[in-house]
């Protein structure tokens, strides 16, 4: 079964990349151009990994993070690990990005193998660990 991952960015040239990277190696990739949109997706199909820039307009990454997180504890639905991605490397933001505990956070540009490296661990690491195979009060 092919993993279903979920890319949030507003720059289209990105999500193409990331789609046709992610895809190459296997991954079901959706993507979407804003938070509203994701938060959408996340009503309609289960996802292994979100993929979000942190600066877009209208609601942030972070602000993308919560309310998805809030959604799947309303719903009753498992966790979803998280990767930041930012050309933005702001301490402020960055600290707000570890508050949520992110499964990752990397910055633009990023080297692709990395990229690849950590989704396919983060991945294999949520087969095993219980944050992510159970429903979780957070």
């Known amino acids: 079964m ?5 890319i949030i960015d507003d720059d289209r040239l990105i999500l193409m990349t990331l789609k046709r990277l992610l895809s190459r190696e296997g991954y ?3 993507t979407v151009l804003s938070g ?5 997706k996340i009503e309609d199909k289960e996802f292994d990994l979100l993929i979000s820039d942190i600066k877009m307009p209208n609601m942030s990454g972070i602000e993308t993070v919560k309310r998805i997180r ?3 504890r309303e719903n009753n639905r498992k966790l979803i ?3 930041f991605i930012t050309a933005y490397a702001k301490e402020e933001i960055y600290q707000e990005a570890l ?3 992110a ?5 633009k540009p990023f080297d692709v193998k990395t990229l690849l490296q950590t989704v396919k661990e983060i991945i294999e690491k949520t087969k095993t660990d219980t944050k992510y195979n159970r429903k979780k009060e957070f």
């Open 36 to 40: 509203e949109w994701a938060l959408r």
């Open 28 to 30: 079901e990739v959706i």
């Open 2 to 6: 092919k993993e279903n991952i979920l």
């Open 81 to 83: 690990p998280e990767i």
């Open 70 to 72: 809030e959604y799947l």
């Open 99 to 101: 508050k949520l505990d």
């Open 103 to 107: 499964s990752a956070y990397i910055e």
